[in-house]
Each structure stands twice: as C-alpha cells, then as structure tokens.
C-alpha cells in the first residue's frame, strides 16, 4: 500500500495563480483533511471531509476550496494564489471513529512569490 | 474553543537519557483523544502514541510513555533511553470526541546529541 500520497511535492506560483493539490488513499478510509503547517503554528486544519461528495470548513478555510468526488481523492484548489498561502500542505486521512489515527500524506511546499 | 500548549519550543537530550515534553489543553469536555506526533526532517508526521481521556492508565509504546493528568489538562511525552533517530519536531494533538478535526500544539523540537 502507498498509503497517503500527495501531488506535487513542491511547487511555486506567482501571485493570483490557480493550481490544484491532489491527495490521494489507498487505505479505504472515510474520512480526509488538508493542513496547512507554518512556521511556530504547528499545524492547522484547512478543510475535511467525512464521505465522498462531502466536504466541511475547518479552522482556516479562507481562500481554498475542496472537492471529493471519489472516496480515494481530496483535491485542494487555489483559485488565486497569495503570498500568505505560501506554506507545507499535509493531506490526512482516517477511518471513520474519533479514536482512529490520521495517516499523513509527505506534504507539498508551496511558495507564492 | 479548545486549545494545545506547548510550552517548550526547543528541547534536547543526551544519547541513552531520558527526555520529558510537555503538552497542557485546555478543553471543557470530559470525553476526548490525545495524540502525540513525531515530524523528522523527511516532514513525515508520524504517530507516536495516543491517549484516550476516559482511561487512567497511561499509555505505553516502547521507549515513549505518557503522563496523563486529566484534572490539570497535562499529557507530557517521555523519551527514554533517546536515540540520534529520535531527533524530530514533535506535537501535541486534541481530538474531541464530538468533533472531527485535530487541534495541534506549536510543536517542540527535539535535538539529541551524542
């Protein structure tokens, strides 16, 4: 199993680009999250998902939207890049059940200039 | 809202010696999950070892143990016998039952020296 993984791994954009991040699982897991990880803010919850064609706010929706249209993949989009967004995206997933772990993805680095 | 606190941004520890993190919450629910993660350079986050608030016994994996301490909202991690590979950020997480996003600490970094 590949477990979590996550496309691209690095990427940078000018200013009021667009671009998608992918996430997939392999692992048959309901649930899905994107993070995003800043310096000395640990990290912090951007959108989830409980269900294929499902998806919720988290902490720090603002600018980013989602899409699940099939259980495996939890796209992020940007659909005009900031330089505040400039940050290491971490895709997750998790059985359904508060008690189970998330397995993370290896992160994508996204500089916006 | 509930919040993690870590309150060490740096740590570290010496080859084969023993190593405490600290971790506060604050949370006004009875029922609820804590984590410990391990990210190493490689940016992998890893679980290390989870917790959960309605049992009193500590959790155990190998060389990490927590001491939990629900009634001062306390989940400290300890590293015994460190090694070089135990070398990493590690953080802190909130889960509530009722909710389904983890809530992170800022993280510690963990040096270990030979």
């Known amino acids: 199993n590949a477990g979590v993984t996550q496309t691209p791994k690095f990427r940078v954009l000018k200013t009021g680009q667009s671009m998608t991040l992918l996430c997939a699982q392999d692992?048959?897991?309901?649930?899905m999250y994107w993070y995003r990880q800043d310096p000395g803010m640990g990290l912090r919850l951007i959108h989830y998902?409980?269900?294929?064609?499902?998806?919720a706010k988290g902490e720090v929706p603002d600018g980013y939207n989602v899409s699940r249209l099939k259980k495996q993949n939890f796209l992020l989009g940007l659909e005009s890049a900031a330089p505040s967004q400039t940050s290491v995206y971490f895709c997750a997933s998790s059985k359904e059940g508060r008690y189970f772990e998330q397995f993370f993805g290896p992160g994508t680095r996204l500089t916006v200039l | 809202a509930q919040t993690v606190t870590q309150s060490q941004p740096e740590m570290s520890v010496q080859e084969a010696e023993t190593v405490t993190l600290s971790c506060t919450y604050d949370?006004?629910?009875?029922?609820?999950?804590l984590f410990w993660y391990k990210q190493p350079p490689s940016r992998q986050m890893i679980l290390v070892i989870r917790q959960e608030a309605y049992k009193q016994q500590n959790a155990t994996e190998n060389r990490f143990s927590v001491n939990f301490q629900k009634a001062a909202k306390s989940f400290s991690l300890k590293i015994s016998d460190s090694q070089l590979g135990d070398a990493a950020m590690y953080f802190c997480?909130?889960?509530?039952?009722?909710?389904?996003?983890?809530?992170f600490g800022k993280g510690t970094t963990l040096s270990v020296s030979s």
């Open positions: 998902s409980v269900g294929e064609g499902t998806t």
């Open positions: 949370t006004s629910e009875s029922d609820y999950y």
């Open positions: 692992m048959n897991h309901e649930y």
């Open positions: 997480a909130y889960r509530s039952r009722f909710r389904t996003a983890l809530i």
